[in-house]
């Protein structure tokens, strides 16, 4: 036995074998091509996945700064609210995903106050924003994404609600918000659940006439919008091109396909609202 051990002990640290795919990994930010060390990863990747996981956990537990973000708004000339959903905390919204679905009893009777009570019909379009489960997503990549997408909307002769920030909230939060306000359609941008490599993905979802209670099957969906996926000038451009058909079928969901093609302009426009 000691023997062995010596003999174990004069081999030294195991050599680092690269993976043969290593040249593909200029082509995708997965975890792919990491080599070796014996058994094991080099240390230097086991560092790297640490890393990613710590960014990732920061993007689910960092605060919304909804007032920065709606600052950031009103000084291009959009009006906000700023809302909350029926979760009074990030411990509740992680446990209690149903109360990230609909909104507190304050701004639920905000919202009908000011909306549900009035006599005049509603917006073609709600924007709601939302933290979701990535607040950094929210923070760099909504307010652009929301200015470009409103102002291709404007353009083309859609009226809007203001934007509608809410705090813990969940995808079918946006249906009550939409219903309360009257609205026809309904698009949340969201951060969506943080990958290992993408800490900041924004999800878009879209439902025509909605209410409290549609579920996943009526609704759109674009994903992983941010610098490093799809950028948001393409994600403006696809959104355009599934609203635009929305209104014209009266439909979401499993009955609206996304066969955008290549040449498209938003809603036929010159597109230079999204540049």
């Known amino acids: 036995m000691e023997g062995s051990l ?110 549900a009570q009035s006599k005049t019909p509603g917006a073609d379009i709600c ?6 489960l990535s607040a950094r997503a929210a923070h760099e990549n909504a307010a652009l994404f929301a200015q470009r997408f409103l ?28 219903s309360l306000m009257k609205a026809r359609l309904v698009v949340i ?18 439902t025509y006439a909605p209410f409290p209670g549609c579920t996943d099957e009526a609704r759109n969906c674009i994903s992983n919008v941010r610098p490093a996926g799809l950028s948001i000038e393409e994600g403006v451009r696809k959104l355009c091109y599934l609203v635009q058909g929305a209104f014209a079928r009266g439909v979401t969901g499993v009955n609206l396909k996304d066969d955008m093609p290549a040449n498209y302009l938003p809603f036929g426009g010159s597109g230079a609202a999204i540049l």
């Open 6 to 115: 010596q003999e174990l002990l004069s081999v030294g640290a195991a050599p680092l074998a690269e993976d043969p795919w290593v040249d593909l990994r200029r082509y995708t930010d997965a975890r792919i091509a990491l080599g070796r060390c014996g058994v094991s990863l080099p240390h230097k990747e086991w560092l790297r996945f640490r890393l990613a996981h710590a960014k990732a956990r920061d993007a689910v537990l960092t605060s919304f700064d909804g007032g920065k973000l709606r600052q950031e708004l009103e000084s291009a000339g959009l009006h906000c609210l700023e809302l909350a959903s029926a979760a009074e905390n990030i411990d509740d919204f992680l446990a209690r995903p149903d109360k990230g679905r609909r909104l507190s009893d304050e701004s639920c009777s905000l919202l009908t106050r000011k909306f």
């Open 127 to 132: 924007l709601v924003i939302s933290p979701g």
């Open 151 to 178: 102002a291709c909307a404007a353009s083309a002769g859609f009226s809007t609600t203001p934007v509608a920030l809410v705090n813990f909230g969940r995808v079918a939060v946006a249906d009550e918000v939409a």
């Open 189 to 206: 941008l969201i951060g969506e659940r943080p990958g290992l490599s993408s800490p900041n993905s924004l999800g878009v979802y879209l």
